[in-house]
């Protein structure tokens, strides 16, 4: 069974650095991108790049580029999203998910989400 | 403002058929295949649809979807109350070089 455990919620101050995590299990991690998906409160949802566990290429949205950064510890098969100075303006709801076999660009299995709130 | 746009309503009785519409333009819906995902909030969103109509396994055939030039939908018959949650229409963009999606459906179930 393919699972995406998410770290827990955090809660941080402005300026603060964080790391969260996803654990994956039941496929093969380095064969799957695995992308990151922000949901703001009452919003929709918001592509935020991906990255490729077998080599570590990511692709990241033009809206998070040099915000953000992906990467990948294949030793425990989880991948993170970390920030180096949080801000307000990311307090979300962060998914991972898995990219789906085959052609198209979808996203098969997602992580519960992990909570995030900074305080200003 | 989402790229693809939503109606952020939709609501049916039990054992209704309803159906959610999402528009897009050619750089995503008119060039690239339509996905749809179901969240319930507090938990973790599901793929629906892929591939504009192809179901992933364990999704009941209630559940169908179609696409037209840039716009595309997704039809829930015989609705039922577990349905009641919020629903996403997605599809790569060209001009972003990744996928973007709508604005968010939610359904209710009367």
Known sequence: ???????????????????????????????????????MSGKGLEWMGIIYPGDSNTRYSPSFQGQV???VDKSIN???LQWNSLKASDTAIYYCA??????????DYWGQGTLVTVSS | QSVLTQSPSASGTPGQRVTISCSGSYSNIGSHTVNWYQHRPGTAPKLLIYNDNQWPSGVPDRFSASKSGTSASLAI???????EADYYCA????????????????LTVL
């Open chain 1, 1 to 39: 069974e393919v699972q995406l455990v998410q770290s827990g919620a955090e809660v941080k101050k402005s300026g603060e650095s964080l790391h969260i995590s996803c654990a994956t299990s039941g496929y093969k991690f380095t064969s799957y991108w695995i992308g990151w998906v922000r949901q």
């Open chain 1, 69 to 71: 950064t992906m990467s």
């Open chain 1, 78 to 80: 989880t991948a993170s």
């Open chain 1, 98 to 107: 898995k990219v789906g076999p085959g052609t198209g660009y979808y996203f």
């Open chain 2, 77 to 83: 018959s015989g609705l039922q109350s577990e349905d």
């Open chain 2, 91 to 106: 599809a790569w963009d060209d001009s972003l070089n990744g996928p973007v999606f709508g604005g968010g459906t939610k």
